[in-house]
């Protein structure tokens, strides 16, 4: 296309190139569209405006139209369709001072192309510190505000991520993948510390509840209709223990203690059960006039009550009534034993007197009844001798407990009406029934109540506020149970996929999602019953250890795929050629993406490997890329100075023809160099204009020549000898004889005005001209003129040879 153009326009430009560039303008730069200067070629501004219009018309095309175009609206159009930044820079300098229009065109294009570049240049530097940024926030260790710090680095992600390339939003969102799975594992944690100390205050809680119902019940017997309550209880503290021990590590001593205190819960239940069954058969039995001591015998034998807890006051009765000491007497026969047990009890008293005097009423009635116990394992005689002292300070403990009781009686009031007031309340169950168990918590507290109707009181009203909490609780055991037949599903499934997988041919990516499906769905199937769980959660443990088993297996086979890529790409950073190894790097990265699943943490380490050995092979390219830059800052100062000398020797009126060889050849050798592109164009441009000039320089002195053996032609001191061998020849491809006809034509070719006589002569060659075909193009006139002055010189008579017409011919000679 390049070439065409330079044919399209040798003719118009040719001739007009020297004398554009002595004039400094172009007589048609300000010409309106369509209003074109006389002369100009209107089929040539056709087929112009013919190739801009094409599709595929070139920058370099467009470049030349714009500077070259015979109008105006055509230089205009072609400097609108121009965006390559170095042929607008080349048009912008050729057009400056020349073709207004055009040079304001491609100016603001520049300024356009150089404002878009700038904010370019600033979103890639802003992308670039997404980049280190997002890389730096995955791997630092100071996560303060760490999720506050991913949110806001997501944000600015979120208005750049369109500017970014495909590598970079690769690592981008890798980054961000790293930093929001440590954002999660950060409040994973977090909420497993939280949930950890809550289920420890939890189960001290529920050890604590126990121990305390337990010691009062050694120091109080329970009531035969406190058997409800207790009862929830029990439930209540073994769903909370569940709760507070699912998926959490519990020391043996304190499972141990639970268990003890719940078994001997459970026993104080089972003994009320049985003491209300008989409680018909026992009222007669203590009302009889004489009752039978082996029926009492029976009857305490059925009841089985708990040695730990203190007995009733009609089992008392009972037991006087069966002659039965409880626990039975030590034997006589082991006096180690006794003096043991004596020892005991003084230790047991000592300590009760000193509670007494400490006023400490709980402690008083634990020390009381150990007292008692140790009492009455004693032999008949040896317990006689304690009897009153304990009587007494039985009688003493009461006393506190009456004094206390007078103190506490308003706060046991407040317990019982803020419990009537929580029966009344639409609460959530689990709150209810927490705030329930705080306020029971807050009675024991107080060391419980001798006024029995203050606490049938506030029993009667624990139990209406527990009402519709056992609805709950029974429905979150029937969703215990929904839960346990899912993970019995969830196991079902997980069997029938590993039999039915072929590991050989499997896809990976859809097993380890299966894989996280399968803990996701388990995790969610939650709460269930923890001893039912107990079987079912060894078989999920065992399937997801058959089914990781094989997922690691294929992990670790890619893990060495991806070390051998990485040890690829590190030999790849010394190699030579570096396009070589970049074009192989690339297909590493490709083989990468290809390679399946691997563990997140090995993967991540892996991809650091091969990350920095990629790096360092582009590093080697950015260090190319430099010495390169540096070569060509080195050849554009070299050039400039070349580039100088030429315009100093172009601009030098009197330039000296011998010293246009020296600056074409420093020209030609700067234009090998590696200059920069806009010098390389200016370095073509200006050479081209040197050997423009020095070729006119050879024209004019060619001229000056044929000049003067014209003049000697006609003043007779020409010789034969003094002219070009070849010009005889020449004369002979013109048969003019007419030295004024001859003169004429030359002014003809020469674009020189003819005297006013001969303007008929001048019209009638120029219409024998154009019949016969003779016009030519502006490199052929120069042979023209030659062949005129060599007829002039050889064939024609030199006495029809005037002064005068040699004049003229010599003026015709002149280049315009």
């Known amino acids: 296309m390049a070439a ?23 007589p048609e730069a300000n010409n309106p569209p369509g209003k074109e200067p006389p002369g100009v070629d209107q089929d040539t501004i056709d087929r112009q405006r013919t190739l801009l219009s094409q599709p595929d018309c070139s920058q370099q095309t467009l470049a030349e139209l714009a500077i070259e175009g015979l109008a105006a609206d055509v230089r205009l159009e072609a400097a609108r369709g121009l965006t390559d930044t170095e042929y607008l820079q080349q048009v912008q300098k050729l057009a400056r001072g020349k073709d207004k229009g055009v040079y304001q065109q491609v100016r603001q294009a520049l300024q356009e192309l150089r404002r878009q570049q700038e904010k370019t240049r600033a979103t890639n530097e802003a992308v670039a510190a997404i980049v280190r940024q997002a890389e730096e926030l995955a791997a630092t260790r100071d996560t303060n505000l760490y999720e506050a710090r991913v949110q806001k680095l997501e944000q600015r992600w979120q208005s750049l991520e369109h500017a970014a390339d495909n590598e970079t939003r690769s690592e981008v969102l890798s980054a961000l993948h790293n930093c929001r799975l440590r954002v999660r594992e950060m409040e994973q944690e977090r909420q497993a510390r939280a949930e950890h100390q809550a289920k420890q205050v939890q189960r001290q809680q529920t050890l604590t509840l126990l121990q305390d119902t337990l010691e009062a019940f050694e120091a109080e017997p329970p009531a035969v209709n ?30 141990k203690d639970y268990e003890q205190r719940m078994v001997a819960l459970r026993g104080v239940i089972s003994a009320l059960g049985r003491l209300s069954h008989h409680q018909d058969e026992l009222d007669q039995l203590t009302k009889a006039e004489s009752p039978e001591p082996a029926r009492a015998r029976q009857l305490l034998a059925q009841l089985d009550w708990p040695g730990a807890v203190a007995l009733p006051e009609a089992l008392q009765v009972l037991a006087r009534t069966a002659s039965v000491r409880t626990p039975q007497p030590t034997s006589q026969a082991d006096p180690e034993a006794q003096r043991q047990q004596l020892e005991q009890l003084d230790k047991a008293v000592a300590d009760l007197e000193e509670a007494l005097e400490a006023r400490q009423l709980k402690e008083s009635r634990q020390l009381l009844k150990r007292a008692q116990s140790l009492q009455r394992q004693l032999p008949e005689r040896e317990g006689t001798r304690y009897r009153a002292r304990l009587q007494r300070l039985g009688g003493q403990v009461r006393e506190l407990g009456d004094w206390q009781g007078f103190a506490t009686t308003p706060k046991q009031t407040a317990l019982c009406e803020q419990m009537e007031y929580l029966a009344e309340q639409p609460m959530e169950p689990e709150a209810k029934a927490e705030r329930i168990q705080e306020l029971q918590q807050e009675w ?7 006024d029995r109707d203050l606490w049938q009181r506030f029993r009667a009203a624990s139990d209406r506020a527990f009402e519709p909490c056992r609805a709950y609780f029974e429905a979150r ?29 499997v896809d990976w990516k859809a097993a380890e999602q299966i894989e996280k499906t399968a803990r996701q769905e388990w995790r969610e199937a939650w709460p269930v019953e923890f001893r039912d769980n107990r079987t079912i959660q060894k078989a999920f443990d065992r399937l997801m250890n058959t089914l990781s088993g094989h997922l690691d297996e294929e992990r670790s086979r890619n893990e060495d795929r991806k070390q051998a890529i990485v040890d690829q790409a590190r030999e790849l950073v010394d190699h030579t050629p570096l396009t070589e190894a970049m074009d192989k790097a690339k297909e590493l990265q490709q083989q990468w993406q290809a390679i399946g699943i691997t563990r997140h943490r090995e993967d991540r380490k892996l991809w650091k490997a091969f990350r920095a050995a990629c790096d360092a092979i582009f590093a080697r390219r950015e260090e190319q890329r430099q010495q390169k830059a540096q070569a060509s800052t080195e050849a554009d100062a070299a050039a400039e100075s070349d580039l100088a000398k030429a315009r100093h020797w172009l601009d030098t009126a009197g330039a000296e023809q011998a010293d246009a060889g020296e600056i074409l050849e420093a020209l030609k050798v700067a234009s090998e160099t590696p200059v920069s592109g806009n010098l390389k164009q200016s370095l073509r441009a200006t050479r081209k204009q040197v050997q423009e000039r020095l070729d006119q320089l050879g024209r004019q002195a060619q001229m000056r020549q044929w000049q003067q053996w014209i003049h000697q032609r006609q003043a007779g001191e020409l010789t034969p000898t003094q002219l070009p061998a070849h010009w005889p020849d020449l004369s002979d491809e013109t048969d003019l004889h007419d030295p004024r006809e001859l003169v004429v034509l030359a002014e003809i070719h020469g674009g020189h005005a003819s005297p006013e006589e001969d303007q008929s002569l001048r019209m009638a060659l120029q219409v024998r001209r154009l019949k016969q075909g003779f016009e030519q193009a502006q490199g052929d006139q120069a042979i023209n003129l030659e062949a005129l002055a060599a007829r002039w010189c050889v064939a024609l008579d030199r006495e029809s040879l005037t002064p005068e017409l040699s004049d003229r011919l010599q003026r015709a000679m002149e280049l315009t």
């Open 4 to 26: 065409f153009i330079q044919r399209l326009f040798q003719k118009r430009f040719t001739s007009a190139t020297s004398q554009d560039n002595r004039s400094g303008t172009r």
């Open 226 to 255: 406190a058997l409800p309550s207790l009862d929830a209880l029990q439930r209540t503290q073994e769903n909370r223990w569940l709760e507070a021990t699912r998926e959490t590590d519990v020391a043996r001593q304190e499972q």
């Open 444 to 450: 024991r507290d107080l060391g419980g109540s001798s």
């Open 477 to 505: 055991s029937d969703l215990k149970k929904v839960h346990l037949q899912k993970r019995r599903s969830i196991c079902d499934e997980l069997e029938r996929y590993l039999e039915a997988t072929d590991w050989s041919e």
